[in-house]
C-alpha cells in the first residue's frame, strides 16, 4: 500500500509538472488528473475499507469471561483450610450468539461497505462529468475566441476595401462607418468570450490543482459518436452507482430488520467452575474439589414493548427503502430519456449543418463578396453574409458543444460507452 501511495505522488507531480511546462492538459489527462487529486473520494475508500474490517470483526462470538477469586473464606482468620466450604474458583462463561445474528451482523456490515463503495463511484462520476463539463466549457470559449479573431481579420479586410472604394468615389462613408461598427461588435463579442474563458480555465483548474490550464484543441465530431438505442441504454442504468447504493441501503434495512427479529430468539450460555478446597476431613484425607457447569438461557418474554417495537421500526425502514430505490430509479430514466432526446435533436442539427448550411453560408458570402467587388452587390448585402457566416460557424460550434455536454451526461447515466 505505501508503495503504491509512493507511485500515484510520483505520477502526479510528473503530470503536474507536464501541465505547467505547456499549459495544455487533454480531457483523458484533465480525468486522471482530478480523480488522483480528489481528496473526498480518499475518504470514502478509507471508510469502505473501515466496514470491511467490521464484517470480518462481526464473525466472531463475543469474549469469554473468565472468573477467578475465592468462596466462603471465613472472615475471623482468613484461613483457607479452616472451612470444608472455602474454596478457590476458577470458572469459564461463554454466551452464545442469538439466532442468526452473527450472519445478519455480517450481512448488516457487508450492505455498509457496498453502500460506501458505490458513495466512491458515484463520487467518481460526479467528479468526472464536473471535470468533462468544465473542460468543454474552455474548449468551446477557445474555439470560439479562434473563429472570432479569424472572422475580425475578414472584416479588417472589408474595411480597408471600403476605405479603398471611398477614396476612389465607388461607395459612401456610410460603408466605412458600417465596416467599422462591424469589427467594434466583434471585439465586444471577443472580449466578453475571452472573460468567460478566463472563468472556466479557473474551474477547470480547480480539478486540476494547476494554474493557467489550456485544452488540446481536438476536433469534435457528432457523427463519430455512435448513439445506442434507449433499450440497450435503459439495461445499462442498472450498473448506475446511485441505483446500486438505493439497492444496498435497502439490503442494509433488510439485515438491520433480521437482527431486530433475532432478539425474540433466546440467547444460550455457558458457565462452568471449578472450586479447589485447601482443608482436611476429621480423618485427615483432603476434601474433593468442587465441578460446576450450568447452561444459562435469557428468556424474551416480555416483547410488546421492546422486540415488537424495534422490528415495526426495521420493517417501516424496510419499506422506506424500498420506495427509495423506485424513486432513484424512476429519476434516473427520465434523465436518461431526457438526455438521449437531446443528443439526437442536437445530432439531427449537426448533421444539417454539416451537410447543408455550412456550405450555404460560405458561398453566399464568396459570392456577396464577388458581387461587392464587381459593384453589383452593396456593403449591407455584403456585411449581412459574412455575418451570417461567421454566425454559423459559432451556432455550429456551440451545437458541438452542448452535443459534448448531454454525452457527459449520459456517460454519466450509464457509464463511459
Do not use: C
Amino acid at each position: 500500500m505505501n508503495a503504491l501511495i509512493k507511485l500515484s505522488f510520483i505520477s502526479l507531480l510528473f503530470i503536474s509538472s507536464t501541465l505547467q511546462a505547456d499549459n495544455t492538459v487533454s480531457l483523458k489527462q484533465a480525468l486522471e488528473l482530478a480523480l488522483s487529486n480528489d481528496a473526498l473520494i480518499s475518504g470514502l475508500v478509507a471508510k469502505q475499507d473501515s466496514w470491511h474490517q467490521l464484517s470480518h470483526a462481526s464473525q466472531t462470538w463475543d469474549d469469554p469471561k473468565l472468573r477467578f477469586g475465592a468462596q466462603a473464606v471465613p472472615i475471623d482468620t482468613f484461613n483457607l483450610d479452616q472451612e470444608p466450604m472455602t474454596q478457590l474458583v476458577l470458572g469459564y462463561q461463554q454466551n452464545f450468539p442469538r439466532g442468526n445474528s452473527l450472519k445478519n451482523k455480517t450481512d448488516l456490515m457487508k450492505a455498509n461497505a457496498s453502500t460506501q463503495a458505490s458513495k466512491v463511484e458515484s463520487r467518481k462520476r460526479q467528479v468526472i462529468l464536473a471535470v468533462k463539463k468544465s473542460w468543454y466549457e474552455v474548449w468551446y470559449r477557445e474555439n470560439a475566441i479562434s473563429i472570432i479573431e479569424s472572422n475580425r481579420k475578414v472584416f479588417e479586410e472589408i474595411l480597408n476595401i471600403n476605405e479603398e472604394f471611398y477614396a476612389s468615389g465607388r461607395a459612401n462613408q456610410q460603408s466605412v462607418v458600417q465596416a467599422e461598427l462591424d469589427i467594434s461588435l466583434i471585439d465586444d463579442k471577443l472580449q466578453t468570450m475571452q472573460s468567460e474563458l478566463f472563468v472556466a480555465q479557473e474551474e477547470l483548474a480547480k480539478w486540476l490543482g494547476v494554474n493557467d490550464v489550456r485544452v488540446v484543441h481536438g476536433g469534435i465530431d457528432a457523427n463519430e459518436y455512435t448513439l445506442k438505442p434507449l433499450p440497450v441504454l435503459q439495461s445499462l442504468i442498472k450498473q448506475h452507482p446511485q441505483l446500486k447504493q438505493a439497492q444496498d441501503n435497502l439490503n442494509m434495512q433488510r439485515s438491520a430488520l433480521a437482527l431486530e427479529e433475532d432478539k425474540y430468539s433466546a440467547q444460550w450460555g455457558l458457565d462452568v467452575r471449578y472450586g479447589n478446597r485447601q482443608g482436611e476431613r476429621a480423618d485427615g484425607s483432603d476434601l474433593p474439589d468442587f465441578m460446576t457447569a450450568m447452561v444459562t438461557l435469557d428468556l424474551p418474554v416480555f416483547t410488546e414493548e421492546k422486540q415488537d417495537r424495534h422490528v415495526a421500526s426495521g420493517k417501516s425502514k424496510v419499506k422506506s427503502a424500498r420506495y427509495q430505490l423506485i424513486d432513484t430509479q424512476r429519476e434516473i430514466l427520465k434523465k436518461l430519456k431526457q438526455t438521449h432526446a437531446r443528443m439526437l435533436k442536437f445530432k439531427q442539427r449537426l448533421k444539417l449543418y454539416s451537410e447543408k448550411i455550412n456550405s450555404q453560408a460560405k458561398q453566399n458570402k464568396e459570392v456577396a463578396m464577388r458581387g461587392y467587388r464587381s459593384g453589383v452587390v452593396d456593403f449591407l448585402t455584403l456585411s449581412k453574409a459574412q455575418v451570417t457566416e461567421f454566425n454559423t460557424r459559432l451556432a455550429e460550434l456551440k451545437l458541438k458543444y452542448q452535443f459534448s455536454l448531454s454525452k457527459s451526461d449520459l456517460e454519466f447515466l450509464v457509464g463511459n460507452q
